[in-house]
């Protein structure tokens, strides 16, 4: 997990585990949830089982339907867990999706209230060298000898 | 959206090579003229300034040319879209989640 480019997400759902495992399993359950009104989902392909196909895709209109995810689970644990990426497709061909691949990892366990809902994403290399080139450069920035070096370099280019 | 994914996948691309990231890191430092910033790599002028060129273009550092002198600064701010595309992701999934919970008590109601 790496705070800076990782995803966290935990909720106490109040409802059954059976129930929240459910909305995610069945094809049309997901889809009334999948993606925001006033957008319509259809899920192509839910087939939860490792190496299975995940494919949703999303209208405006509810006439035209253009790809919105098309992915793989890794693994399922029934009940307990799903974990799928977009880094591999539906077919098992190496994909890029636009900016950044990412992995999601969806877990279920009881809760006295319902079900403890947590989710992680990670997202992949290019963003992580991204954050990381930014982090460098702002510490030093940031540091008193990093302004120093700064002023003298542009003192020294006049 | 797809204007901002378009610069998104940009600023991604120009720092996915070793040379633009040195580039960046010098910058950090403070602006430098690009033949001080050459001389610090092993290749021809007209390699480096396609990566100079790259990151310019991608909005990653600006460049000014006085008389003779091309000086390249980094752009800092350019670098928060990282930032913004993060918290958009977390918007969609929180939102996501939202839905999911609304839809499931709404069935646990809808049951007797």
Not at chain 1, 60 to 81: K, N, S, T
Not at chain 1, 101 to 116: E, K, L, N, Q, V
Not at chain 2, 4 to 10: P, V, W
Not at chain 2, 75 to 95: K, P, S, T, V
Request: aromatic share 8%; net charge negative; charged share 25%.
């Amino acid at each position: 997990m790496n705070p800076d480019l990782d995803l966290t997400l935990s909720r106490i759902i109040r409802a059954p585990r059976a129930t929240v495992w459910s909305a995610w399993t069945n094809p049309s359950s997901l889809a009334q949830w999948w993606v925001p009104a006033p957008s319509r989902c259809r899920v192509d392909r839910l087939d939860v089982w490792p190496g299975g196909a995940f494919v949703t895709r999303l209208s405006d209109d509810g006439v035209d339907f253009m790809p919105h995810l098309d992915a793989c689970f890794l693994a399922v644990d029934d009940l307990e867990r799903i974990v799928f990426t977009n880094a591999i497709d539906s077919t098992w061909r190496p994909a890029n999706p636009a900016p950044v691949s990412m992995t999601a990892t969806i877990t279920f366990a009881d809760h006295p209230d319902g079900t403890d809902y947590r989710m992680l994403v990670r997202h992949a290399d290019p963003a992580a060298r991204a954050h990381h080139e930014k982090l460098g450069f702002t510490d030093g920035w940031g540091s008193v000898a990093g302004q120093l070096a700064a002023f003298a370099e542009r003192t020294a280019s006049r | 959206m797809a204007q901002y994914s378009a610069e998104l996948d940009g600023v991604f691309v120009a720092l996915a090579d070793p040379t633009r990231r040195a580039v960046v890191r010098h910058l950090g430092r403070g602006p430098k003229s690009v033949g001080d910033l050459a001389r610090e790599f092993p290749m021809a002028l007209p390699s480096f300034m396609k990566h100079v060129r790259t990151l310019e273009t991608h909005g990653l550092i600006r460049t000014t040319k006085t008389g003779r002198v091309r000086t390249c600064v980094l752009n800092r701010e350019r670098f928060g879209i990282l930032d913004d595309w993060l918290a958009e992701q977390r918007r969609i999934w929180e939102e996501r989640t939202d839905r999911l919970e609304q839809f499931v008590t709404d069935q646990e109601d809808s049951t007797p």
